[in-house]
């Protein structure tokens, strides 16, 4: 890695390694980046959920809330198992899961993995039912969007 890639965000293939980290039973959508850091700034999986999620702007940390709220994803605000109010599933040095569960019939998970390469941030979702699919298909573009700003503003602030 050369440190001309810092900082930037690429969108990557969700590879064995990634799917591995679900536990849906079935994957409806995936999608992951690669957000490339210096050596130095790998922290742990959990910190970096933390530093992507909650060290945003209190904007951005609304319109996140607002859009999982439609979503119909229950967030629990006041526990610490959790990250950006996300239940966290598992926490490994390697990654840590985020689920959350949509009465709307959508399970989704926030996957994030410290690499050689740098940080690897995964959503995973399972759609179980015609409501499911058709909300997300809605919620995609902005999903994308809003992912990729996220990543671009963790790495501006971590330097």
Do not use: K
């Not at 900082?7 to 799917?19: L, Q, S, Y």
């Not at 607002?66 to 198992?81: E, F, V, Y």
């Not at 050689?116 to 997300?136: E, K, M, Q, S, Y």
């Amino acid at each position: 890695m050369t440190t001309s890639r810092r900082g930037t965000i690429d969108p990557i293939e969700a590879g064995d390694d990634v799917r591995r980290c679900s536990t849906l039973a079935r994957i409806d959508h995936i999608d992951a980046h690669l957000m490339h850091v210096e050596s130095g700034a790998l922290a742990s999986p959990e910190w970096w959920a933390r530093e992507i999620l909650e060290g945003t702007t209190a904007a951005m940390r609304v319109r996140l809330r607002a859009g999982w709220t439609m979503l119909g994803i229950g967030l629990r605000h006041s526990d610490a198992n959790t990250v950006a109010g996300w239940p966290i599933a598992h926490s490994s040095a390697e990654y840590v899961r985020l689920q959350g569960d949509s009465r709307l019939g959508l399970t989704g998970q926030l996957i994030t993995r410290v690499t050689a390469d740098g940080i690897v941030f995964a959503t995973v979702v399972h759609l179980g039912n015609p409501v499911a699919r058709a909300l997300w298909s809605a919620v995609l573009p902005t999903h994308l969007t809003i992912v990729r700003s996220l990543l671009h503003d963790a790495a501006e602030r971590v330097g």
